[in-house]
């Protein structure tokens, strides 16, 4: 199973200041088809997760260009260019190259 | 507009079983690999179950191998979570979830772009 390390654990953010999260896989993430299978989901709470960021890079309908997602091979990073109050949550990172899909631990975001 | 409506969670004895359903809307299920995501209490994110929808098979996470099945009414635009042989540890809040590609794009079988409410098993003597 490929595994997904997410750091940090948990990020105080100052609001108008930038933040980023990493996630490292155990394995290559980059597919045949040659996109890397990595997404990232915010998960407010008492909400679902909603998709963040697909394909390593490419940002979700909806979603603030604020959010940016980066990398290659096994290493990913989440940028917010400027965090918002509304951007608290826990941040997943996940892969779907095979199966099991396996999701990061998670890292909590919270304003200072 | 997407829409996906489940129910069937509650409470259930070890050893017993749960189907939930998924209905949606906005969308065929039969395009789409249609997945199961939990989450136990104070836990993160865990992958139940895909479809594997052009081989007309699915994929299951090996904590719940041989013990949950999942289906479709298509006539229903319905997905459903057989849940058998119930433990404690399947103690969780199940999303059911759209990817963003079809099953004809081959890109991704992830990047889920909607999910389900969320409906909670819990299991208990």
């Known amino acids: ?112 | 507009e997407v829409q996906m409506l489940q129910s069937g969670g509650g409470f259930v004895q070890p050893g017993g079983s749960r189907r939930l359903s998924c209905v949606v809307s906005g969308f065929s299920v039969s395009e789409y690999d249609m997945s199961w995501v939990r989450q136990a209490p104070g836990k993160g994110l865990e992958w139940v179950t895909s479809f594997r929808g052009l081989e007309d098979g699915a994929d299951f996470a090996d904590s719940v191998k041989g013990r949950f099945t999942i289906s479709r009414d298509t006539s229903k635009n319905t997905v459903y979570l057989q849940m058998n042989s119930l433990r404690a540890e399947d103690t969780a809040v199940y999303h059911c979830a759209k990817p963003l590609y079809t099953i004809y794009d081959g890109v991704s079988r992830g990047a889920f772009d909607f999910w389900g409410q969320g409906t909670g098993v819990i299991v208990s003597s």
Not at chain 1, 58 to 82: E, H, N, P, Q
């Open chain 1, 1 to 112: 199973d490929i595994v997904m390390t997410q750091s940090p654990l948990s990020l105080p953010v100052t609001p108008g200041e930038p933040a980023s999260i990493s996630c490292r896989s155990s394995q290559s993430l980059l597919h045949s088809n040659g996109f890397n299978s990595v997404d990232w989901y915010l998960q407010k709470p008492g909400q679902p997760p909603q998709l963040l960021i697909y394909l390593g890079s490419y940002r979700a309908s909806g979603v603030s260009d604020r959010f940016s997602g980066s990398g290659s091979g096994t290493d990913y990073t989440l940028k917010i260019s400027r965090v918002e109050a509304e951007d608290v949550g826990v941040y997943y990172c996940m892969q779907a190259l095979q199966t099991p899909l396996t999701f990061g631990g998670g890292t909590k975001v919270e304003i200072k």
